[in-house]
């Protein structure tokens, strides 16, 4: 997303996120734009201030389909998101004249020691791409997996070989991203089918269930190590809030620290049920890609809390 200025001409129109999925930032972050991906949300305020009646201002799509190397949007359709037209004179409104240099969010430090999954996105491959997608390599009527208990703090670890970002959202939590590293995706590959008994990625997906991850009886990044490649990538200013749907780009490793515990919960209580309802009963709950025809072709999967 880039805001301009197409009457003046002028570099890309300065904006400032102050929220992600979950609430406030600790503090405003300029931008010039902001790449967003299906299911997250992010709160941005534009100053029009600077601008004079008769000023355009254009909010525009550049974003590659798929994310990030597929085709170019077309600036007639989907290149162009909406404009706002300055029309006249700052007016007396109820709203703040400044942008504070800090914000009311509650983001309490998470626990640094916390248990990990390893969980790997896997395509299944036709004679044109991709026909089906696996969160880790299992389909949604597959056994249920992911079982964390209420009250806990867990590192997901998001691999993701294939060639494009998923929007990864989780249900009923919200959780902090740690970092994304590049890893080598051809050695990881070749170890994860060989770990899973996969001859032919075209005909043998799904698994049995659990899916073998590489590495083991090693569990985290000790597993990964042979495969990281580069430095850990912290995260940006404006990803530093609470999040319920992460970017994982293609070629990375992404990790998520979820706790299972309400938001406005400061300390950390394992095992013990701080929500007003018990979110152990009823049918559970998933995790999935939030891009339509990959979640409706198999990238979801059912997950309880214990």
């Not at 299906?38 to 201030?49: K, L, V």
Request: hydrophobic content about 35%; proline content about 12%.
């Amino acid at each position: 997303v880039k805001p301009a200025n197409p009457q003046l001409n002028p570099p890309p129109l300065t904006f400032y996120q102050i929220g992600t999925d979950g609430g406030y930032l600790s503090a405003p972050v300029p931008l010039t734009r902001l790449t967003i991906a299906p299911g997250e949300r992010m709160d941005i305020i534009i100053d029009f201030s600077t601008l004079s009646p008769g000023d355009r201002v254009i909010i525009r799509n550049s974003a590659n389909a798929p994310f990030p190397s597929g085709t170019t949007p077309n600036p007639k359709t989907v290149g162009t998101i909406m404009q706002f037209t300055v029309n006249g004179p700052l007016s007396d409104v109820n709203q703040p004249t400044t942008i504070p240099l800090t914000l009311p969010s509650t983001i309490p430090a998470l626990v640094t020691n916390a248990p990990s999954r390893t969980l790997t996105l896997i395509e299944k491959m036709g004679m044109l791409g991709p026909t089906e997608i696996f969160l880790d390599g299992q389909k949604w009527v597959g056994a249920i997996s992911e079982k964390p208990q209420v009250g806990s703090t867990e590192d997901w670890i998001i691999v993701n070989p294939t060639a494009d970002t998923h929007p990864i959202h989780l249900h009923l939590v919200q959780f902090q991203l740690i970092s994304r590293q590049k890893f080598d995706v051809n050695k990881y590959l070749v170890d994860w089918y060989g770990a899973n008994g996969v001859v032919n990625p075209m005909t043998d997906l799904p698994f049995t269930n659990p899916t073998i991850n590489v590495g083991a009886p090693a569990t985290g990044l000790a597993a990964l190590a042979p495969y990281l490649r580069g430095k850990p990538i912290l995260p940006a200013p404006n990803e530093m809030g609470w999040k319920d749907t992460i970017q994982a780009n293609p070629g990375e490793i992404t990790i998520i620290r979820v706790r299972f515990a309400p938001l406005d919960v400061d300390t950390y209580d394992p095992f013990t049920n701080q929500y007003p309802f018990d979110p152990a009963t009823g049918p559970g709950y998933v995790w999935h890609c939030h891009i339509l025809d990959h979640e409706d072709n198999e990238m979801m999967r059912p997950y309880v809390v214990t």
